[in-house]
């Protein structure tokens, strides 16, 4: 989950390269602010999502205490590094928020499948993911993801995708509206084109499943106009920001029943599958040597297969 | 689990061609019998363990009925099928015991990594498979599996390890020295070499620790002797019926602490991070169209990564 990209997943426009001896510091830098502030932002929230259930009716998660996000910083032996935070609380099962500034050389396995990297093997990636999975079978689990890399191209990737354990039609609409908002005010292509990649990406083969509602997922994104690009990046942040702690509000103070907590589990059971036998980011992370810890944060605190 | 073999592992003697002509039809028939009464006793055996945890103390895990195995037949749309055993116990959590017959061609992508597929992609593969979840932390977890394949060439595979939760050197001992009888009673050379390819193979890179405590791996076992590689395949069989059980019994009794259950729910988020990310039988499975409920039966009824 705290892969740079997908390098398995070819862009479908080749991607133009820097001009030599151009810098992008100055943009690093911003990229780099940026993901800091969100994940700050949206650690808030949930922060505040946790404090929110005191305001509900008595229930057996009120006796645990409210959330709070425990950073952990680690240091990738390579170049570069990660703060990884993470919170177990009382609406929020598990859910981790990793922010990841890395650099180094591609091993040449990868080179040739990396924009930008078969001429030059050095890059520069940062990125935010988040997985969370909710103690309430009654809120969905999400995941979203933004990033940015530079080698002798430069691109941003991402998106976010609902899976929920109850199927619910508004949070389905309410997710994909923030989504189309967000794509709609950059680019009228951007909502159709990455809504099917998500719908691609985010499926169960060997189950002939989705994994759960969709969103969006973009990648290799370079209109040749670097400050949109960011600008886009940004906006997919704010709308998840946005959008999924209404989803949490909307459903964390309805009780659930022990059959759909049953349910929920098994529904993980699938999004462990989905992140070992599918993810790109995932495999790719653990075959590059990234932080086990930080890319598995994104597994389930508990999972079945009756 | 089910699948017929590791075809991304390259034999390390090249594999005779069977004589054109010459027919396999009964010993195809033996070995279809051998694996199908292997598991007969596998099963009558556990069953009589679940019955056993009567003679015992009185815990919780008696107010549940003894458990039995339900099977369910299915057939493989390109040729043959196979049928899948689970028990859902008080002793055993979840065991599957999957026993499989299918017959047809490799795909294009596989034919040059199988042995004998390069020139005739047909094959026909016998196989049982059983991984066992139990419910005590103190009883080990246990993966056994062998198989027959035939292809424009033929040979055996399989082997047998054990995940402790709780480590115990005189169960170590005990399989270990179940698995080398069982190799000594065929050829000497044997136990090192497969003790040794089962911890390679049953290791997991990204979280640079073993699975369990091994056991023995093989695969393209082809000694030139047909008898002798199905004789000693039937001994690794015997030879798992003779020690696990025993494993079981002087561990069924004990009573054992929340602490433990929870180490062990732990532990199997490894087995699921094996299963799904190395073993090469569940992916080429997954890959190759396998039945899914067979080969994901591996998977632990709960797990945890907290």
Redo the contacts between chains.
């Keep these: 989950m705290t892969s740079p990209s997908s390098p398995t997943h070819p862009p479908k426009r080749p991607i133009r390269a820097l001009p030599p001896g151009r810098s992008t510091d100055a943009q690093k830098d911003k990229v780099t602010a940026w993901f800091a502030e969100l994940r700050g932002a949206i650690c808030a929230a949930f922060e505040g999502l946790e404090d929110a259930l005191a305001d509900g009716p008595e229930t057996p998660e009120l006796a645990q205490a409210a959330g709070r996000f425990e950073r952990t910083t680690w240091d990738r032996p390579e170049g570069g590094g990660g703060v990884m935070a993470v919170m177990?609380g009382r609406v929020f099962e598990?859910v981790g928020v990793n922010v990841s500034v890395v650099h180094g050389e591609f091993s040449p396995e990868f080179r040739a499948a990396v924009p930008g990297a078969e001429t030059d093997p050095q890059f520069w990636a940062a990125g935010i993911s988040l997985v969370a999975h909710m103690r309430s079978p009654k809120v969905p689990a999400v995941h979203m993801n933004t990033r940015h890399i530079v080698t002798s191209s430069r691109w941003f990737g991402g998106g976010m995708d609902l899976t929920p354990m109850v199927s619910d039609a508004s949070d389905t609409e309410s997710f994909h509206a923030a989504a189309r908002a967000a794509c709609d005010a950059h680019d009228p292509a951007y909502y159709p084109e990455f809504k099917q990649w998500a719908d691609e990406y985010f499926f169960l083969p060997?189950?002939n499943e989705s994994r759960g509602v969709g969103g969006i997922f973009y990648d290799y994104l370079h209109s040749g106009d670097w400050e949109a690009d960011f600008a886009f990046t940004r906006e997919v942040g704010q709308a998840f920001l946005g959008v999924y702690p209404e989803l949490v509000r909307r459903h964390m103070y309805e009780p659930w029943t022990n059959a759909e907590r049953e349910h929920q589990?098994n529904r993980r059971?699938r999004y462990?599958?989905f992140n070992?036998?599918h993810d790109r980011g995932t495999?790719f992370g653990?075959r590059t040597g990234g932080n086990?810890e930080a890319i598995?944060m994104s597994?389930?605190?508990?999972?079945?297969?009756?």
Tied chains: 1, 2.
């Excluded at 597994?299 to 009756?306: D, S």
């Design positions: 177990r598990k060997h189950r589990l059971g462990v599958e070992l036998l495999q653990l086990v598995l597994m389930p605190p508990e999972a079945r297969w009756p």
